[in-house]
């Protein structure tokens, strides 16, 4: 029986791990034990609990509570609660999502420990040092003992940085292995698509109609402190939506939320809050959020998952970023950069709105990632 150690902390992290804990009760439960740590990066409900009882995800074997801080406190607290529990429960591996601060500090405890790590969404990289993701994405691959990318433009990062394509086993931290396998939130999207349509009436709930409305989400920590972009984004919804009087719906993370009425301007943020287009919501669970996606007209976001979940149900994306890590998306069409740039991301609308014939080709995996990742576990790892 291999013991694995998974750590979750942000909303994305516990939807990913989804994936994996039920491939390992539908297939391997006999082969893997599966101990889960959340750091307590995110408390509030409908942030984390939520997601437990729908997703049908193991309630946490232990929960640290960190809570928010400054990077560097809220990621010492984490290293430190990690290292304890990896000490006591001794697992053959610890298994890592993504690109937050419970993903560097579970890479920074476990690697100075020797416990190998398996790092889930390896290689994305924005080359934009700026972000604290891309710091945290880059120091835990160069921990990782199996890297799997989601896609072909991660495994080709992970081998400019230096991972070798040709590896023989035994692998370590300092033999990795590399591995391109699909997304796990493709695994997800696939899963849990039709229970979306049964189970929620999100639409119903918002006066929403299928095809007649925007999904907008933002959270990424320039857009939100800098406000001169927060005004610019938000400038741009009020004027799509009033000018062609199409609904956006904005199921708005907390870190937005808090910095609303603080970062727009007071006439930008009385329009927005009196618009009869623009509706902000709190977080809605993971099938609330899939049955929005599937039935937008379109998509604007900054979030990493809602880019490639747009792309999922074969919606245009515009994305509120410089830059992104899904390159393939911008690149086949289905999504346009637009930055926090007011004029571009109103182009971009009345291009998507316009444009009949969009590819979506398929770059994410054949929905068997978590299958494909699991049984390398347990080939690879003593
Ligand atoms: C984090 C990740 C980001 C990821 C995002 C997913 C880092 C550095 N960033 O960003 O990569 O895209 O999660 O959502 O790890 N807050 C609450 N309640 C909560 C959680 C947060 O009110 O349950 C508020 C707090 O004011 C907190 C702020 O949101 O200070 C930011 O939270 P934090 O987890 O530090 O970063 P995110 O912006 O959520
Ligand atoms: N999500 C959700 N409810 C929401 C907003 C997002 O369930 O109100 C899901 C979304 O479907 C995706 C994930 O959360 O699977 C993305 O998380 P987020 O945007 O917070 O982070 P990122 O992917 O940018 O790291």
Not at 252 to 270: G, I, V
Not at 341 to 354: L, N, Q
């Amino acid at each position: 029986m291999k013991k694995i150690l998974t750590i979750i902390g942000a909303r994305p992290q516990i939807i990913k791990a989804a994936a994996l804990s039920r491939a390992i009760k539908t297939k391997f439960a006999d082969q893997v034990t599966e101990i889960i740590v959340h750091t307590g990066q995110h408390y509030d409900d409908n942030m984390s609990e939520i997601f437990f009882e729908e997703l049908d995800i193991p309630h946490p074997n232990y929960n640290l509570n960190v809570g928010s801080g400054s990077h560097g406190k809220q990621t010492a607290s984490m290293i430190e609660g990690i290292e304890e529990i990896l000490l006591r429960e001794k697992p053959n591996c610890i298994v890592l999502y993504g690109d937050t601060n419970s993903t560097l500090a579970g890479a920074v405890a476990a690697s100075k420990i020797g416990t190998p790590i398996i790092h889930i969404e390896a290689g994305l990289r924005s080359f934009n040092k700026s972000m604290p993701e891309e710091i945290n994405r880059i120091m835990c691959d160069h921990v990782s003992t199996l890297l799997f990318s989601p896609t072909k433009a991660g495994y080709q990062n992970l081998i400019s940085e230096g991972f070798k394509e040709e590896q023989q086993p035994p692998y370590s931290i300092d033999h990795p292995k590399v591995y391109h396998c699909g997304d796990v939130m493709y695994d997800n999207s696939l899963y849990f698509s039709q229970l979306a349509d049964e189970k929620t009436n999100v639409l119903e709930k918002n006066q929403l109609s299928s095809g007649q409305f925007i999904l907008a989400t933002i959270h990424r920590n320039n857009n939100t402190d800098e406000p001169e972009r927060l005004n610019s984004l938000f400038s741009a919804m009020h004027k799509i939506a009033n000018a062609n009087k199409i609904k956006i719906i904005i199921p708005l993370h907390p870190r937005t939320a808090k910095l609303l009425a603080k970062n727009l301007s007071s006439e930008l943020y009385s329009l927005v809050k009196t618009s009869g287009y623009i509706k902000i919501i709190s977080p809605v669970s993971f099938l609330e959020m899939i049955s929005l996606e599937k039935n937008a007209l379109m998509v604007m976001t900054d979030s990493g998952g809602v880019q490639k979940e747009a792309f999922f149900f074969k919606k245009p994306c515009i994305i509120l970023r410089s830059e992104t890590e899904w390159i393939e998306l911008k690149n086949c069409g289905a999504a346009k950069l637009a930055d926090a740039d007011e004029e571009r991301i109103m182009e971009a609308y009345t291009y998507f709105s316009k444009k009949q014939q969009l590819e979506f080709p398929d770059l994410f995996g054949n929905g068997k990632a978590a299958e494909f990742i699991c049984e390398e576990i347990l080939k690879q790892i003593n």
